[in-house]
């Protein structure tokens, strides 16, 4: 069966409060995804929000960010005061803006972590977290904030709370979530400052070599994303104990769950830790089949995993996902610039996930507009339009590909350009703002693309 669904993250949700959240747009945006005849909401890393805003640089492998806690519910619960909250009410500009949230939030949170008695639901969440809550309560309160520990706690109950209500919300209604899963970890947080043996490091606990890619289409001298790399013969030691952990976890926060850098699991880019660009790098062999093997034998057969497949990849990293299953991506906006590109529609295979594009690409009328004559050519030809509406257009094309699943960033319904991406990669500030404005979800954009769901019968 052929489905489809709409990427968009937390953070992009509309609220009058400076970034999404879990709050009543939410669940209005599930009543969207139902109406337009939607199962899938994808989002991103739902972690702690690192450097540069990015949610896959997060403090820890397992915490949610505080800032996507719907404060609105904490007034209902008696926790905050209507005064309290209209003091940091603001209209939706269409950015976040990361410096003037934290302050607004972190403020409103205290408060009402003074007010919060524990009951018997938050001390069992806390046994039931045990496995990784204190070490990021400790680590937050000692190397981020001197706040309390038990305020660390509290944040992450009423984030796992109100999550999981509006999950069960949109899975009632017949919508999956599609999580995400970043394969590093950062260098400032709790795995590399708590279990330095999970990674490559000196006898000082320094990373020896980090993480990065190398030179591809997004950057020619290759990416450094300063991420310690994981020491793979110890946690074949352990069974891969830290890593079925955190599938536990994201198995609990959503539906799917989607591995961002997939080919790092078979083989990754290693980069001494003092280059300043990626050149000096070279592949370093992954877990491979025992992972999923390991994965397989902890969850069970066919755990619901999209494997992110982009970049530099080759017959093995194929060999690897096709061999437990595992739909790979296809992005319709690469398709265009080869003669017989594997991205398009009539070479993709089922067992894929098409998209548009996705949080790395610009948005599909932004990348129209800067895209190569050649480029643009064929896709008016392909897809038989004259591009005044190309976002619709690839649309179209994404839905009536013989993928097994469709998914679409949510700009693209709206026609919306270049000022409107998430993320440019390899750029260090300026990404992971978009705000979408409540009022574009109107229910003319839901029947449409419910109309063209079920023209190319998803």
Request: hydrophobic share 35%; proline share 4%; net charge negative.
């Amino acid at each position: 069966m052929k489905t489809s669904g709409i990427l968009l993250p937390i953070f992009s949700l509309p609220s009058d409060y400076g970034i999404g959240c879990f709050s009543k747009e939410a669940y209005k945006f599930v009543d969207f995804l139902e109406e337009a005849g939607q199962k899938y909401w994808q989002i991103l890393p739902l972690g702690t929000i690192g450097a540069g805003n990015s949610p896959y640089l997060s403090f820890s492998s397992f915490a949610g960010s505080a800032y996507y806690i719907d404060l609105e519910q904490l007034l209902e619960e008696g926790l905050l005061k209507k005064k309290e909250l209209e003091s940091i009410k603001e209209e939706n500009k269409g950015k976040v803006d990361y410096e003037k949230i934290r302050e607004d939030h972190r403020k409103l949170l205290r408060k009402a972590y003074f007010r919060f008695h524990p009951d018997e639901d938050y001390k069992k969440f806390i046994k039931d977290n045990e496995y990784w809550i204190g070490e990021y309560a400790e680590y937050m309160s000692e190397k981020k904030s001197k706040f309390p520990e038990s305020y660390f706690c509290f944040c992450q109950y009423y984030f796992h709370k109100q999550w999981l209500a509006l999950k069960k919300y949109a899975n009632d209604k017949g919508i999956q979530i599609v999580g995400d899963l970043p394969f590093y970890v950062a260098l400032d947080g709790t795995a590399f400052t708590y279990h330095k043996e999970l990674f490559k490091v000196d006898e000082e606990g320094k990373a020896t070599v980090v993480g990065g890619c190398p030179p591809d289409a997004f950057a020619e001298d290759g990416q450094v994303w300063s991420n310690p790399v994981y020491d793979w013969e110890y946690h074949k030691k352990t069974d891969y104990e830290w890593w079925m952990e955190r599938f536990k976890t994201q198995f609990l926060l959503s539906d799917i769950v989607r591995i961002d850098h997939f080919r790092g699991l078979e083989s990754y880019w290693e980069i001494p830790a003092d280059s300043e660009t990626a050149l000096n790098g070279k592949w370093v062999d992954g877990p491979k089949d025992e992972f999923f093997e390991v994965l397989i034998k902890t969850f069970g057969e066919e755990p619901p995993i999209i494997a992110e497949d982009l970049g530099i990849i080759t017959d093995d990293v194929r060999a690897l996902r096709d061999k437990f299953g595992l739909p790979g991506m296809k992005i319709l906006q690469f398709a265009f610039e080869d003669e017989d590109s594997n991205y398009l529609p009539y070479n993709q295979p089922y067992n894929c996930v098409c998209y548009t594009g996705t949080h790395d690409n610009d948005t599909t009328t932004g990348w129209y507009a800067t895209a190569s004559e050649k480029a643009r050519d064929k896709v008016r030809r392909y897809m038989n339009t004259d591009a005044s509406q190309v976002s619709w257009d690839f649309i179209r094309t994404c839905f009536g590909s013989p993928a097994r699943f469709a998914i679409i960033p949510v700009q693209d319904l709206f026609c919306q350009g270049s000022d409107c991406r998430m993320n440019t990669p390899g750029k260090a500030d300026g990404n992971w703002a978009y705000r979408m404005k409540k009022e574009l979800l109107t229910s003319d954009v839901a029947k449409r693309l419910y109309d063209v769901t079920k023209l190319y019968g998803r």
